[in-house]
T-cell receptor, first 121, second 111 residues
Framework: ETGVTQTPRHLVMGMTNKKSLKCEQHLGHNAMYWYKQSAKKPLELMFV???????ENNSVPSRFSPECPNSSHLFLHLHTLQPEDSALYLC????????????????????FGSGTQLSVL | KNEVEQSPQNLTAQEGEFITINCSYS?????LHWLQQHPGGGIVSLFMLSSGKKKHGRLIATINIQEKHSSLHITASHPRDSAVYICAAASYGGSQGNLIFGKGTKLSVKP
């Protein structure tokens, strides 16, 4: 148990559906992340929220829309997805203290959820 | 060529064996992460290090900054260690959470 909970664990959706992935962390962290893991490919960062503000959007298509209503919750809204969007979507959090200088970025331990395995038909 | 390379890609070991997984990177880093991913998909952070060596139970992680190389060692391996082990580099000057991930090493420990 990492303290980060993702729902649902599995999701099958058609290309015209709208669905949402949910992530909740009980660790008191200030930063939350969405990562995508496609088959046979390394993990890719999608979005970063720090203190509920989006600080990174890693060239992600607009059919993926994140929402962070408070520091404990993160959503990923999905609409008109493509079959190539089928992947494991992982949420993570970290303490997210104010970091002095870009050199310290990435120097925080990440706590991951169990992921949502998404299949787009 | 990926900026973070892991070897081997797949590794099968007998229970009790000493295991080494290697990670080489080509960028300047502020930290290197070792992660463990079980078949269910969830990922656990094992180590985060920027120099020297760290130990936790049967796991040891080392890093050589000059050679841009890190290793993860498992002593007295056990079937429950079977998982994918992922190395990830936090590049110097990179943004928060934007790690460069390796493709992972799939470890299978047979009883």
């Amino acid at each position: 148990e990492t303290g980060v909970t993702q729902t649902p664990r599995h999701l099958v959706m058609g290309m015209t559906n709208k669905k949402s992935l949910k992530c909740e962390q009980h660790l008191g962290h200030n930063a939350m992340y969405w990562y995508k893991q496609s088959a046979k490919k390394p993990l890719e960062l999608m979005f970063v929220y720090s203190l509920e503000e989006r600080v990174e959007n890693n060239s992600v298509p607009s059919r993926f829309s994140p929402e962070c209503p408070n520091s404990s919750h993160l959503f990923l809204h999905l609409h008109t997805l493509q079959p190539e969007d089928s992947a494991l979507y992982l949420c993570a959090s970290s303490q997210g203290h104010q970091i002095q200088g870009a050199s310290r970025a990435g120097s925080e331990k990440l706590f991951f959820g169990s992921g949502t395995q998404l299949s787009v038909l | 060529k990926n900026e973070v390379e892991q070897s081997p890609q797949n590794l099968t070991a007998q229970e009790g064996e000493f295991i080494t997984i290697n990670c080489s990177y080509s960028v300047g880093i502020s930290a290197l992460h070792w992660l463990q991913q079980h078949p269910g998909g969830g990922i656990v952070s094992l180590f985060m290090l920027s120099s020297g060596k760290k130990k936790h139970g049967r796991l040891i992680a080392t890093i050589n900054i000059q050679e841009k190389h890190s290793s993860l060692h498992i002593t007295a391996s056990h079937p429950r260690d079977s998982a994918v082990y992922i190395c990830a580099a936090a590049s110097y000057g990179g943004s928060q959470g934007n790690l460069i991930f390796g493709k992972g090493t799939k470890l299978s420990v047979k009883p």
